[in-house]
């Protein structure tokens, strides 16, 4: 069956950095874009960031632009999620979806930027 399995989340001080790791199974993950949402508490979920199945095209939210970076190994199955600089405001549950003609997603990861 499908699988998306989401890790790497943790508590950070703010300018620390994390890794998130989504590895995927059960559907043909190079043919899928992938992407990173989050959702704050009392907020809508928002996308953060996509990588497009040729891994040449990448689109970020503007609220992370220059911090964040999305990338993929297609012979790992896996999506990751490099976050530098981060801040408060970037706490949130962090969600891996894949999206082509169906759509998957994980059940999250908890990122919490505090002092």
């Known amino acids: 069956q499908v699988q998306l399995v989401e890790s790497g989340g943790g508590l950070v001080q703010p300018g620390g950095s994390l890794r998130l790791s989504c590895a995927a199974s059960g559907f043909t993950f190079s043919s899928y874009a992938m992407n990173w949402y989050r959702q704050a508490p009392g907020k809508e979920r928002e996308l953060v960031a996509a990588?497009?199945?040729?891994?040449?095209?990448?689109s970020y939210a503007d609220s992370v632009k220059g911090r964040f970076t999305i990338s993929r190994d297609n012979a790992k199955n896996t999506v990751y999620l490099q976050m530098n600089s981060l801040k408060p405001e970037d706490t949130a549950v962090y969600y891996c979806?894949?999206?082509?003609?169906?759509?998957?997603w994980g059940r999250g990861t908890q990122v919490t930027v505090s002092s």
């Open positions: 990588i497009f199945s040729t891994a040449s095209i990448t």
């Open positions: 979806n894949a999206k082509a003609y169906s759509s998957y």
